[in-house]
């Protein structure tokens, strides 16, 4: 079946030291983007792909990059993971961007504790 | 006006009702709407898009009033399994979409 992959699923870091957390799909979306939820909150967009051109929302943290090595995978790194940070990660991929009919896939997403 | 509004809830319905919900959104000129369900711990999963003639799917029905600017799910003959956070899923710019926090339903025996 075509989906969308988070790895890992739960993952606990120390305060400062950098994670990175890992998106695959198989649905061949040109589009893939990350999510930052936390309890009881919408899920906040933090950036996206379309196809390279990476898009940064203006409030994303400097401590947040991505990369997006080719179509199939995109990584999430914190550089200097802090208590704030603590919340489910969520990579969702789109055939097109928002204006598409088809709404965005969501990965299991990865639970994140800094410790 | 916040982008994506919708009454957090709990809805508190017993299975076999009819429940309804709201949501409005800020942006005249946006496109695409959604409905997404996410149960506890979860990720969202895509329930339905709405159209502009309104589109049904089982006991699923959404409605889009783009005079008010308000979109709706309808829910028909609850179950026990619909007890989930409904996600509302609106493009506010051009290129993403803008979440509402969601309302919950609590369907009971």
């Known amino acids: 079946d075509a989906m969308v992959i988070q790895n890992p699923r739960y993952q606990v870091t120390q305060f400062g030291k950098p994670v990175t957390l890992s998106c695959s799909q198989t649905?061949?979306?040109?589009?893939m983007y990350w999510y930052q939820q936390k309890s009881s909150q919408a899920p906040k967009l933090l950036f996206h792909y379309y196809d390279k051109d990476f898009n940064n929302e203006a409030d994303t943290p400097d401590n947040f990059q991505s990369r997006r090595p080719n179509t199939s995978f995109c990584f999430l790194d914190i550089r200097s993971p802090g208590l704030g940070d603590a919340a489910m990660y969520l990579c969702a991929t789109s055939e097109g961007l928002a204006g598409a009919r088809g709404g965005q896939y969501f990965g299991p997403g990865t639970r994140l504790t800094v410790t | 006006r916040k982008e994506v509004e919708q009454d957090p809830g709990p809805f508190n319905v017993p299975e076999g009702a009819t429940v309804a919900f709201n949501c409005t959104y800020s942006n005249s000129a946006s496109q695409s709407f959604f409905w997404y369900r996410q149960d506890c711990r979860k990720e969202p999963k895509l329930l339905m898009s709405v159209y502009s003639s309104g589109n049904e799917d089982g006991r699923f029905t959404a409605q889009l009033n783009r005079a008010s600017q308000y979109i709706s799910l309808l829910i028909r003959d609850s179950k026990l399994s619909d007890s989930a956070t409904y996600l509302c899923v609106v493009n506010i710019g051009y290129s993403t979409l803008t979440f509402g926090k969601g309302t919950m339903l609590l369907v009971s025996p």
């Open positions: 649905l061949n979306h040109n589009v």
